[in-house]
């Protein structure tokens, strides 16, 4: 169980570089929302879904309070990328949120 987990965890890393990475490379303007940032995102929620659910079989409490913003944040950029995703060019103002909302999520993840 424990090598599902760690699984999961180094998916969801994979999921945050796609992301993260898609955000970098559309810092050049025409900025469109590009297949990386919808597959980094779904990465992302499928795997952090599923590692909360294993870590109660792990005899781990994940911090509830830390796992509903990241969720919350996630899912508005989620909303952001299917909302953009069909335009020929994003604002500066979705680009730019989808980034922030991303790295929040990583500062939350390291910090708290």
């Given amino acids: 169980m424990d090598f599902l987990f760690k699984a999961m965890l180094v998916l969801h890393f994979i999921g945050i570089g796609a992301l993260l990475g898609s955000f970098l490379l559309q810092m050049r303007p025409p900025r469109r929302i590009t297949p990386g940032f919808l ?59 989808i980034g922030a909302l991303t790295i929040t999520n990583i500062v939350l993840a390291v910090y708290w």
């Fill in 39 to 97: 597959h980094g995102a779904l990465t992302m929620l499928l795997t952090g879904t599923a590692m909360v659910g294993l870590a109660y079989p792990l005899g781990e409490e994940p911090d509830n309070a830390k796992v509903t913003v990241k969720l919350a944040i996630l899912l508005v950029i989620f909303a952001l990328v299917l909302m953009n995703r069909k335009k020929e060019e994003a604002t500066t103002a979705v680009w730019g949120a």
